[in-house]
């Protein structure tokens, strides 16, 4: 859809937010907390943002940008070339980083990573669930939307003065069982993941900004045939290909946005064959049911795989 651009304001040091509202100024579809946007670019780059505003703010949207000067040029036009009353294309909501059934909630963030985390907690403080926040950050000044969240339950790490915090014992929390949702760097999230293993703190629910790290399972295949069956067409996908682009070359057309299992946008049924999942999206729970791929950047440990497409 297309959107206007209301304001931009500054956050902290190289963070501004970008409050976007309908061309007639009228509701949005309503939104959940961990919902992201696709937003193309004054530069063509389409980039997934949090949704980060309160949800009752129903006529506008708020995304939080974070100037990356040595990245690929996308966060440096929206804080270089894009200006108020500009019209953006946008698609979603999407969301990747659902809430789940709790009885209590803990939350990790670090730098921009606190932006899906605001509504979540702000979902918590109006249902009365219990909660808690470690928020990680280099500096004080780099600590986006401090004056947003509330005053007890936030334990605020700065690296710069104590060094990066005890990840086990974050990962643990309590001992109360609480589900453990977190967002932030990749150094950050490799690291709690290997924690809460280690403490058995239970699943991580992790949202990331890049690619995961990930190792080909000792039985992923180079080559391999892919039937698509609602098109009823079949490719071969070799070493050098995705899955995306042996079906392009039969005339399947899947949807992909990031091209790096990040984004969800590719997700398609499984209904035969063993993946290889790359993604940075499903959760353990829904790689081992096998319903669904990304077959953006994914791949096959059986010889054959069988997509609804």
Do not use: K
């Amino acid at each position: 859809m297309e959107l206007v651009v209301s304001r931009i304001e500054p956050v902290v040091d190289e963070v501004i937010e970008i409050v976007l509202a309908a061309t007639d100024g009228g509701p949005l579809p309503q939104w959940n907390p961990g919902a992201h946007l696709e937003l193309v670019t004054p530069v063509g780059a389409v980039r997934q943002y949090s949704l980060c505003g309160p949800r009752d703010a129903v006529c506008e949207w708020r995304i939080a940008v974070l100037r990356e000067p040595e990245g690929r040029g996308g966060s440096e036009s929206l804080h270089t070339r894009l200006e108020p009353h500009q019209r953006v294309t946008v698609r979603g909501p999407r969301n990747n980083f659902r809430m789940l059934p709790a009885a209590g909630y803990r939350f990790v963030a670090s730098g921009i990573g606190i932006t899906p985390i605001l509504p979540m907690i702000e979902h918590c403080e109006e249902t009365g669930v219990p909660w808690s926040l470690d928020y990680i950050v280099r500096e004080r000044g780099r600590a986006a939307y401090l004056d947003r969240l509330p005053e007890r339950g936030v334990t605020l790490h700065i690296t710069s003065e104590h060094g990066r915090p005890d990840l086990d014992a974050i990962a643990f929390g309590d001992g109360t069982g609480r589900r453990l949702y977190a967002c932030g760097s990749t150094s950050l999230l490799v690291g709690l993941e290997e924690a809460a293993r280690r403490v058995d703190a239970g699943p991580l629910h992790a949202e990331w900004f890049a690619p995961r790290p990930v190792v080909a399972a000792a039985d992923a295949r180079d080559e391999f045939e892919v039937a698509f069956n609602r098109s009823g067409v079949s490719a071969v996908v070799q070493a050098a290909d995705s899955i995306v682009d042996a079906a392009s070359r039969v005339g399947v057309d899947i949807p992909v946005s990031c091209s790096q299992g990040v984004c969800g946008s590719c997700e398609t049924s499984l209904l035969g064959g063993v993946v290889d999942h790359r993604d940075s999206v499903l959760t353990d729970t829904e790689r081992s049911e096998g319903l669904v791929m990304m077959p953006c950047v994914s791949r096959a440990r059986s010889d054959t795989l069988v997509l609804d497409a």
